[in-house]
């Protein structure tokens, strides 16, 4: 398995906003959860996710502790690897590599037994700005599930998907999934870190990011040209 894969002066957050946020977290982390299950019987929860996701996404920025006057959330640039094993006993070699090839970079390991929300909840609460998620046979399922709430939470969070499931029928995946903004085929020991370099070149704007490839392409990644023509580019084998 391989690693195939805003301005103004801030203040600090009141321990009263604080407080508000951890229970704001909590609701949506536990109680949501609790309603959908027995609401709709746990077979689904997609319409509370969006809900909550949204509401979440609006009003509350987990762990930032910093607001800027004019309203936005000051966040650190933090890039985040997914990997949704089939067992907790499952290890996922992918995601390591990837965080060994972008120094300071992170991953998170859960399993295709989370519920939809609580994974939801998980990343949102790590406030990542560029997520990476591994596409395998026993997760597509859950990640195209999970793909669909993440606009709603992370709006501006870049979103890069990589693996087996993704390699192939690249371009109607990303067709399918507009809010996938990268896809890496083959290997990401080498494409990844490239694709990192150029996205923080860029101040993490999608678009210039994409403009910059159509002039000069990251060989194993596809992205989404100027003009929102897909480019699927070609794919890489270390």
Same mark, same amino acid.
């Given at each position: 398995q391989r690693a195939s894969f805003g301005g103004g002066d801030t203040l600090p957050?009141?321990?009263f906003s604080l407080g508000v946020q951890k229970c704001a977290y909590f609701l949506g982390h536990e109680f949501s959860s609790i309603i959908t299950w027995f609401i709709f019987g746990g077979k689904d929860d997609k319409l509370i996710g969006i809900i909550v996701s949204w509401c979440t996404g609006m009003f509350i920025k987990i762990e930032t502790g910093q607001y800027t006057v004019d309203g936005e959330v000051t966040l650190d640039q933090k890039i985040l690897w997914l990997a949704v094993n089939a067992k907790y006993s499952h290890t996922s070699l992918a995601v390591r590599y990837l965080r060994e090839a972008v120094p300071g970079s992170d991953i998170l390991e859960l399993t295709i037994n989370h519920q939809l929300l609580s994974m939801l909840s998980e990343i949102y609460e790590q406030q990542p700005k560029v997520?990476?998620?591994?596409?395998?046979?026993?997760?597509?399922?859950?990640?195209k599930q999970?793909?669909?709430?993440l606009p709603a939470?992370?709006? *501006?969070?870049? /979103?890069i998907c990589g693996g087996p499931e993704v390699s192939y029928r690249t371009e109607a995946f990303l067709?399918?999934?507009p809010m996938v903004d990268f896809v890496c085929r083959g290997e990401g020991e080498?494409?990844?870190p490239a694709l990192i370099e150029k996205l923080s070149a860029c101040r993490f704007d999608v678009a210039a990011a994409g403009t910059a490839l159509d002039h000069q392409e990251i060989r194993g990644i596809a992205?989404?040209?100027? *003009?929102?023509? /897909?480019?699927?580019?070609?794919?890489v084998t270390v």
């Amino acid at each position: 398995q391989r690693a195939s894969f805003g301005g103004g002066d801030t203040l600090p957050a009141s321990k009263f906003s604080l407080g508000v946020q951890k229970c704001a977290y909590f609701l949506g982390h536990e109680f949501s959860s609790i309603i959908t299950w027995f609401i709709f019987g746990g077979k689904d929860d997609k319409l509370i996710g969006i809900i909550v996701s949204w509401c979440t996404g609006m009003f509350i920025k987990i762990e930032t502790g910093q607001y800027t006057v004019d309203g936005e959330v000051t966040l650190d640039q933090k890039i985040l690897w997914l990997a949704v094993n089939a067992k907790y006993s499952h290890t996922s070699l992918a995601v390591r590599y990837l965080r060994e090839a972008v120094p300071g970079s992170d991953i998170l390991e859960l399993t295709i037994n989370h519920q939809l929300l609580s994974m939801l909840s998980e990343i949102y609460e790590q406030q990542p700005k560029v997520l990476g998620i591994a596409c395998y046979i026993w997760n597509i399922g859950i990640v195209k599930q999970l793909l669909e709430l993440l606009p709603a939470a992370l709006p *501006d969070t870049v /979103i890069i998907c990589g693996g087996p499931e993704v390699s192939y029928r690249t371009e109607a995946f990303l067709a399918a999934y507009p809010m996938v903004d990268f896809v890496c085929r083959g290997e990401g020991e080498e494409a990844i870190p490239a694709l990192i370099e150029k996205l923080s070149a860029c101040r993490f704007d999608v678009a210039a990011a994409g403009t910059a490839l159509d002039h000069q392409e990251i060989r194993g990644i596809a992205w989404r040209a100027g *003009d929102g023509t /897909i480019c699927i580019g070609h794919d890489v084998t270390v």
